[in-house]
Structure formats: C-alpha cells, structure tokens
Nanobody
C-alpha cells in the first residue's frame, strides 16, 4: 500500500505559476512510476505528466508540453508538478498517482496502469 497526499493547489491568474506536490508514504518510493492527471468540471479525467522510477524519463500531454515539468525527489518521497504560464483551461482537480513497476526507465500514461491515487487538489486559473 502507498498513501498519496497532494498539496499546492489554489487560485491564480492566467500566466501565473504553481507547484503541486505529492507526498508518498507506506512503501519504497523508488518502486513506483508516478503520474499526474486532472479532471475539469464536466470532463473525464485526463493524463497530464508522468515520470519513470529513475526520474530520467518523462512524458507530457501535448496541452501542457513546454509549460509543465514533472520531477521527483527520492529523499523526500515526493513528486512535483511545476506549472508555468497557466491558462484558464488548466482549471481542474489535479490527482497524483502511483504505479508499481519493474522497469527503471518506463513511464505510464494510462489511468488503468496506476494502482494508487491521491485525493486531488484544486487548481483554478482565472483570465
């Protein structure tokens, strides 16, 4: 089992930045591929970003590429999502997810590949 707790959400204006954090506990952090997903009002949850167990491989949705950066800190068992140049269409509840993995440099982008989910943190971007 692993517990995931997100933080860092809030209300900002278009063009601002936010950094989301997701603290993991319960099992060895390095065992997990990590990802961020989001769900906007009235829409299905969608992939945002993923990072490999090693931290050396990342993958992003086209809509956030060049603006968002995912990273992980093994010493703190935490994964981050740095969000720059935020747009109103980034408004959503952001979820952290963890997937037990074997390969060191693989990333996972499908929701059904993830085993554990956080409770979500709200990000609201006004124009």
């Amino acid at each position: 089992q692993v517990q995931l707790v997100e933080s860092g959400g809030g209300m900002v204006q278009a063009g601002d930045s936010l950094r989301l954090s997701c603290a993991a506990s319960g099992r060895t952090f390095s065992s997990f591929h990590m990802g961020w997903f989001r769900q906007a009002p009235g829409k299905e949850r969608e992939f945002v970003a993923a990072i490999s167990r090693s931290g050396g491989v990342t993958n992003y949705a086209d809509s956030v590429k060049g603006r968002f950066t995912i990273s992980r800190d093994g010493a703190k068992s935490t994964v981050y999502l740095q969000m720059n140049s935020l747009k109103p269409e980034d408004t959503a509840v952001y979820y952290c997810a963890a997937s037990l993995g074997v390969r060191w440099d693989a990333v996972r982008v499908r929701q059904d590949e993830y085993d554990y989910w956080g409770q979500g943190t709200q990000v609201t971007v006004s124009s």
